[in-house]
């Protein structure tokens, strides 16, 4: 995932190395550490070029890292379940909460281990599904469980694995 520039710690780490590739007029080597980093190529030529200051917010670095997680997380998921909507709430909370963003870009703290501990709290937390709902849902079983938390309960879940 972080093959040719490693896992940066945080977006002035991911600014440092931009800016040391602009000053050895390394334009591709630019591109692809945004690109590793979930940054558009359309912003590295911009700070290439010097349209813009820096090549990323600590809200574009943590969005970037999530991207890359989330493309590769996808290349075994197709299907649409919770999880994209635990994604998205990760998301979500980096586009309005600065201190999330600097959180998320930490070494070490990443969307499978986030998803885990979603999948821990959901597993932990199982309770029986009425019997009228399973014979509605056309299920043939003697018990069925379900554990998912909430929308509040999975941002608490995700606040405390990212270091809220």
């Known amino acids: 995932m972080f093959d ?18 602009k000053e050895e007029g390394d334009e591709e ?9 979930g940054i ?3 912003d590295a030529e911009d700070y290439y ?12 670095a943590a ?28 998301e979500n909370l980096v ?3 600065e201190a999330y963003a600097l959180n998320i870009r930490r070494k070490g703290r990443n969307l499978k281990g986030c998803i885990g501990a979603l999948l821990k709290y959901s597993f ?12 509605e849902a056309k299920i043939n079983a003697g018990k069925v469980t379900m554990g998912i938390p ?5 941002h608490k879940i995700i606040k405390e694995y990212y270091g809220g």
């Open 124 to 135: 932990e937390h199982q309770v029986s599904v009425d019997k009228d709902i399973i014979k």
């Open 49 to 60: 070029d010097g349209a813009i200051q820096e090549l990323c917010t600590s809200v574009i």
């Open 63 to 90: 969005l970037g890292k999530l991207k890359v997680e989330k493309e590769e997380y996808k290349k075994s998921n197709k299907e649409k379940n919770i999880i994209d909507d635990w994604i998205s709430y990760i």
């Open 95 to 97: 586009s309005t909460d």
């Open 4 to 21: 040719t520039f490693g896992e940066f710690d945080s977006w002035e780490e991911i600014n440092k190395a931009a800016q040391g590739q």
């Open 29 to 37: 080597a630019l591109i692809k550490l945004a690109e590793e980093n």
């Open 40 to 42: 558009d190529r359309e």
């Open 150 to 154: 909430n929308m509040q309960q999975a």
